[in-house]
């Protein structure tokens, strides 16, 4: 894994926000000044393909770079704010379901957050 990748993976690893590659780009720049925006689209590519990151994609929305841990998502349909929620794991059933096993699966509940119910 390169220099970026590692601090890349650091960076998700340890934020429970949800950035997108321009606002890895940014942050990494700070410590990093000539990191370039094509470096962080090739490390988080290369992160997503080994299962170190995982990519969260919402029609409309910039795709978003989150860790691996198991937790599920909730998308407000109106501001496309992104959160974590955590249900009871759903593997076993999925997979009694299919007859076979699964590796993972991305859980997305579409809502209207408290912010949009109340109009802001």
Known sequence: MTRYGKLILEMIEGSREHMTAEQIFMQLKKREPKVVLAT????????????????????????????????????????????????????KSLEEQLGEGISSYDLKVFYVCPDCRRGG
């Open 40 to 91: 962080v689209y090739n490390n988080l590519n290369l992160l997503c393909r080994e299962e170190r990151i995982r990519r969260i994609s919402v029609e409309g929305v910039s795709d978003c770079y989150d860790r691996v841990e198991k937790h599920d998502h909730l998308v407000c349909r109106k501001c496309g704010r992104l959160s974590d929620i955590c249900f009871a794991d759903l593997t």
